[in-house]
């Protein structure tokens, strides 16, 4: 039976990885927004019974759901892959923070605050991180642990396919990102996973 652990991002490679998710999701987030500001008609947003479900939302359930993974994966590879993901949903969460519990507008200075203060935040531990502990997590790094991860941030990307009104360069850049996404996870995802399986590097 799997015991429940504290959850840890795994060292300066899980840091990074949370980063590099955190950014992505806030970049995402903030040029979809920016995209549907125009929207007029057939605009791409999630109601239930009349509530509006912002990406906060979609954060909260990744934070939650990376967390328990957090408690209970033991293999480092997969910590590194939960770190990302946990950093994809905080970003989605904290974008969203200032317009949903400050009363402050999406684009004003205090809606941004609490974005650059959390990414400024993750940046100073992982600088702290490195001090300490040093590189060699990187070492343990290939290939197609790095190309899992690219192919993961292009998927996020991908998502401004659904920004509207219709741009022809978003769509081909969105499409084109989920197509070398899917690439990537097909051929070097396949074996980042079977390594996984073979319980290399578990802790």
Partial sequence: MKRFR?????????????LAG??????VARAFVSLIAHCTQSCPAIRIEGFHLHHFYYGLGLVLLSVAALSLVENIRSRWDVALVLGIGTGL?????????????????????????????????????????????????????????LSVLLAVAGFLYFARPVRTAITAFSAASWVIAVFLMGYYGRKHILRILRGQLST
């Fill in 6 to 18: 504290a959850p840890t991002l795994a060292g300066p490679v899980g840091l990074s990885f949370a």
């Fill in 93 to 149: 969460m904290i974008d969203e923070v200032g317009l949903l519990f400050l009363g402050a507008q999406y684009w004003g200075q205090a809606s941004l605050i609490p974005v650059l203060a959390f990414g400024l935040l993750l940046a100073l531990g992982l600088a702290y991180a490195l001090r300490v502990r040093g590189t060699s997590g990187f070492l343990s790094l290939d290939v197609s642990d790095l190309m899992t991860i």
């Fill in 22 to 27: 955190y950014s992505a999701a806030v970049i």
